[in-house]
């Protein structure tokens, strides 16, 4: 066995070795690296004199995961040339499949590169020897770090930069569902950017971090090693379909508490990163900078120091963290360890006054975010609201939300704060925004679970029994507008009836539509959108009209039937045409024309967000579908085409959907999570109609499969509303049968039965 094949087999006895824990592979899978390297270098048939094989980079730090590169520099001594021995390290190494970064340079041309380009001068920071003239490695590694230290103030802006540009593109670790474990804010390569301060002598010292520290970084890297050892993959971005094999190679009990663990240690490495980068942006400036007018607190470099004590003035945390948002300045160090210390729970009620500094904290909007997790972070927080702990770091493992529970929340409130000139309670909302999801981090409905959170919270706050009610009532109803808005027919006046009860008054619906907006926006793009936005407009508007009785007429039509369309019914014939994100088909009223033209849309890959259907006395039919991303004129064109040809029977839609989901793949998976088939009746929720929801998988033309068994029972389809969530899709039909519009329990029956069968069949 050669050289190389060893390194293949070593490597994969390693990797597949019983008893190794997962932190032992990178410093394991280096050694094998080293040795196998050395070996390389000690039988190259090339001279070797006055050089050295030398790992830099994360192979220098001995932090190896089953897919990293390795980083090399073949080191030599003037007036020798290293190309011929540097061929016969690097050529192996290739054959071996392995992904090289590697270079060939004296010590001062090394030098010279690192003085222009920061990966190259953070790179020798973490040289480690391999091979060949060890004392070549020593001077390369001493050099580069007085050079490191001497021009610190050249290179810590542009590392500067360089961080915060990483984190507007990889976001954070700690609040993101599927965290980028080495670029993201908190993420492994913060630690690193820690220890090149440390190694420049900057940053703050003497705080005892260093256990911290270590710790997240062991949580951080040995998720990043056993993904990269599972998937078999390069990528350091931990997704959702990925979290419970992970979480089971490491003895987490399930996805959920290995997020929540990286989560808090993503916080850790987050706030002693930025901790740093304030020491360094502040630390030639000893200077008060100004007074602030509440006693027991000022400004000081930049940061908000208290000087009072939190354990006689019960407000002065209120005092420090609404001072620190509405400046845009963290809290120092030192007093939020002293709140930690000295700050108690609020009494119970709070004293007066406290509930407004507290809603004025929540109006700073995305201020508020940094300083909440940092009294968060060192466990302050929890004296205000102590039912905010289960929440802390809590994921919420669907690709419909962005962040865990608590930055969701936070996330809220910040949008909702850009919505208080919209109605006329701007505390109600805030207080609803901020803890509306609150009892996701309890066992039960979290919507009931947290109506009786906030119940408590709000008294104790100082809240009225009047304004409790409401907000309670906020927390009830908070999906209420996103549900009905995209799973029910808002031109429907039953919708609009239910919807009316339940919100009560116009000022209520106000603050419900602002707390969805914010909910929405905050959770993520799949839950807001341009759609959405016209769809909670409309419903809204409608509703405030039904309640205040000023006269809205339902007709016997759909609102998407415009004049332009009755004039192409009324003139006969098929007529297809597309716009953006919108098809409509107007044709004669044959059963089985919205199935036909489900299908072929199916068969483009298109998602259908909404349809709508509706027949005319004179035998006409107009069927529109809205699409989820607006397609060109010239996109359309084949759509449009294989729309026709569906119409007259002259495309095999069952035959080319079978063949295309063999080799369809759902954009979005989730590993061992399966959506069961649930069909429901309604036949009192509608006018003129009764709904049947269907939850399914989402797999290829599930739309046209179920829209082709109504037409087969006999079922004309009035309305639809189409929505995918994850791997699952809702989809709600408002139809009518040849009996009339309530279809009766027996033939629910046979529906259901149909559906069913059908939908099994699906690959």
Aim: with cysteine; glycine share 6%.
């Amino acid at each position: 066995m050669n050289n190389q094949s060893r390194l293949i087999e070593r490597r994969k006895r390693l990797l597949e070795k019983e008893g190794l824990r997962t932190s032992e592979i990178p410093s394991e899978l280096s050694r094998i690296n080293d040795e196998w390297l050395a070996e390389l270098f000690d039988n190259a048939d090339a001279e070797k004199t006055g050089m050295a094989l030398v790992a830099v980079g994360g192979y220098g730090r001995q932090e190896l995961a089953p897919g990293s590169d390795l980083d090399l520099i073949l080191t030599y001594k003037e007036g020798y040339e290293a190309d011929t021995l540097a061929n016969q390290i690097w050529y192996p190494i290739w054959d071996e499949g392995l992904k090289l970064g590697h270079a060939v340079r004296t010590v001062e041309r090394s030098l010279r590169l690192a003085e222009t380009n920061l990966e190259t001068a953070t790179a020798l920071l973490d040289a480690r020897h391999i091979a060949g003239d060890s004392t070549i490695t020593e001077e390369l590694i001493r050099k580069s770090r007085d050079q490191w230290k001497n021009q610190a103030d050249v290179y810590l802006p542009n590392l500067s930069k360089a961080v915060k540009e990483r984190h507007r593109s990889a976001g954070e670790v700690a609040f993101l569902l599927e965290p980028d474990l080495k670029a993201g804010r908190g993420g492994l390569r913060d630690i690193q950017a820690i220890r090149w301060l440390a190694l420049a002598d900057l940053g703050p010292a003497g705080n005892g971090d260093d256990e911290r520290l270590k710790d997240a970084h062991r949580v951080l890297l040995e998720a990043r090693v056993e993904l990269h050892r599972l998937t078999g993959k390069r990528g350091d971005v931990l997704l959702l379909e990925e979290q419970d094999l992970v979480a089971a190679a490491l003895q987490y009990s399930d996805g959920d508490e290995m997020v929540a663990r990286i989560a808090a240690s993503a916080r850790v490495v987050a706030y002693l990163s930025d901790e740093a980068w304030r020491f360094i942006d502040t630390k030639s400036d000893d200077e008060e900078n100004a007074e602030i007018a509440v006693a027991g607190l000022k400004i000081k470099n930049n940061e908000i120091v208290i000087t009072g004590d939190p354990g006689t003035d019960p407000l002065l945390i209120l005092h420090a963290a609404r001072a620190a948002a509405q400046q845009g300045m963290p809290i120092a160090r030192s007093s939020l360890e002293r709140l930690s210390e000295r700050q108690e729970d609020l009494p119970d009620p709070w004293p007066h006054g406290a509930k407004e500094l507290f809603v004025e904290l929540l109006r700073s909007g995305q201020q508020a975010i940094p300083v909440i997790e940092s009294l968060d972070f060192y466990e302050v927080w929890t004296r205000l609201i102590p039912e905010w702990e289960p929440n802390r770091s809590r994921p919420q493992r669907n690709v419909y939300h962005r962040f865990t529970v608590d930055r969701h929340l936070l996330e809220t409130v910040a949008e909702a704060a850009r919505l208080t000139q919209r109605v006329q309670r701007p505390d109600l909302l805030l207080l609803s925004a901020l803890l509306h999801d609150v009892g996701k981090g309890y066992a039960g409905d979290h919507s009931e679970v947290g109506m009786r959170l906030i119940e408590k919270i709000a008294l104790r706050c100082g809240f009225p029994d009047v304004d409790v009610r409401i907000l309670v009532r906020l927390v009830e109803h908070h999906l209420l507008l996103p549900d009905v808005a995209t799973r029910r027919d808002i031109d429907d006046e039953q919708t609009l009836a239910l919807v009316a009860e339940s919100v009560e008054s116009v000022e209520f619906l106000e603050l419900l539509d602002a707390l969805t907006e914010a909910d929405s926006i905050a959770t993520g793009p799949l839950a807001w959108g341009d759609w959405k936005a016209k769809l909670l407009e409309s419903l809204t508007k409608s509703t405030a009209e039904y309640i205040s009785g000023s006269g809205i007429q339902f007709l016997n039509r759909r609102s998407f039937v415009t004049e332009d369309i009755e004039t192409l019914m009324s003139e006969g014939g098929t007529r297809i045409a597309a716009e953006l994100d919108v098809l409509t088909i107007v044709a004669p009223d044959q059963s089985g024309v919205f199935s036909r033209a489900a299908g072929a849309l199916a068969l483009s890959g298109l998602d259908i967000l909404q349809a709508d259907a509706y027949s005319s006395a004179a035998g006409m039919a107009a069927s529109q579908f809205r699409i989820a991303s607006p397609l060109g004129s010239k996109d359309w064109a084949p759509v449009i085409e294989d729309v026709k040809s569906s119409l007259v029977g002259r495309l095999a839609i069952d035959a080319r959907i079978a063949q295309r989901s063999k080799v369809y793949k759902r954009r979005v998976a989730l590993a061992a999570v399966e959506a069961p088939t649930i069909i429901t009746f309604d036949t009192e929720l509608a006018t003129d109609a009764t709904i049947i929801e269907i939850r399914t998988e989402d797999r290829l033309g599930v739309l046209y499969h179920v829209t082709r068994v109504l037409a087969e029972m006999g079922l004309d389809i009035r309305y639809a509303k189409i929505q995918t969530l994850s791997n699952e899709v809702v989809d709600s039909f408002y139809v009518t049968g040849r009996e009339g519009p309530a279809i009766s329990v027996v033939h629910q029956a046979e529906i259901e039965l149909a559906l069913s069968h059908a939908l099994s069949q699906i690959d």
